[in-house]
């Protein structure tokens, strides 16, 4: 089970580094006169990444007060 926990975590963290440059510049090479529909893509896009990532660790911290109390 801790071996499951591990690869969740770090394959959730893996995913959130390999996107987050790209989400970083697709906010940073954004004109600031851009229309604001354009830049809330944008913050949208990075939004979500920020979310994945709340996500991955509620799922982490859950296995592990599963490992915790079955063991």
Known sequence: MSLVLLVIFFSGLGYLIFH???RIDGVAKID???EYKVLN???IRLAQLHHVGLLVAI???LLQLIVVFLQ
């Open 41 to 43: 893509r944008g913050v």
């Open 59 to 61: 799922i982490s911290w």
């Open 32 to 34: 600031s006169n851009a």
């Open 20 to 22: 987050l440059k790209n």
